[in-house]
């Protein structure tokens, strides 16, 4: 298979330096019997601007450099969301006491809290700094976009958050059915939406507004 590939790119590159458009190209191809999704990838190596040789786009790659900063920034920001989540929870709990917990039950509830409230406290800062920063990298040097570490945690990122949400539904409507339904179960549910649905929209938006720009 990636000696098929390598074929496929080496006649792509020559059918371009020989004055052939990506179009002829893809026709060529298509009727060769290639997959146009393998078509589409070799003819999109090569940029489309005015020169006599087949310009090569910047490709995905992998830097220890970038996998250390992308791995603390999403750590940070796992940490963050599960902490601020606890620490609403616990202050939920608080406002709307369940009789049947025992005293023990609400006396943990102060401990509990002085984690979340310091966890969010050291670990959202170094996420906002990290975010901040690479930002500034990714404006200065678009190229970096491509980053195959940055993909794969925006992606990983992504699936997490639809599964959150996705099972914050499923135990809303479990509840609804079962008629258990409370305040502080409404709230609890709301809680998770918000957060996870936060991280899902904000990633999803800079996905798309990758894609537009490309």
Do not use: C
Not at 28 to 56: H, I, K, M, N, T
Not at 70 to 87: D, E, M, P, V
Not at 92 to 109: K, Q
Not at 134 to 162: D, G, N, Q
């Amino acid at each position: 298979m990636a000696a098929a590939t390598q074929e496929l790119e080496l006649f792509v590159r020559e059918a371009l330096a020989k004055g052939a458009s990506k179009p002829e190209v893809a026709a060529v191809l298509a009727a060769a019997g290639w997959e146009e999704a393998q078509v589409r990838s070799a003819l999109d190596a090569y940029a489309d601007v005015v020169f006599p040789l087949p310009v090569p786009r910047p490709r995905p790659y992998l830097s220890a450099r970038e996998a250390f900063f992308y791995l603390l920034l999403f750590a940070t920001l796992y940490l963050s969301a599960w902490h601020i989540g606890s620490l609403l929870f616990n202050l939920i709990e608080r406002a709307f006491p369940d009789p049947a917990d025992s005293a023990y039950a609400v006396a943990r509830l102060g401990p509990a809290m002085r984690w979340s409230v310091a966890s969010v406290v050291i670990a959202f800062p170094v996420f906002v700094f990290l975010s901040r920063h690479l930002s500034l990298e990714l404006a200065r040097s678009p190229a970096k976009r491509l980053s195959a570490v940055r993909r794969w945690l925006t992606y990983l990122t992504l699936f997490i958050a639809a599964t959150v949400l996705i099972g914050d539904m499923i135990a809303l409507v479990h509840s609804l059915l079962g008629g258990e339904l409370s305040i502080r179960f409404l709230l609890k549910v709301l809680v998770v939406a918000v957060i996870a649905g936060t991280i899902f929209g904000w990633y999803l938006h800079d996905l798309r507004r990758e894609e537009r720009e490309a």
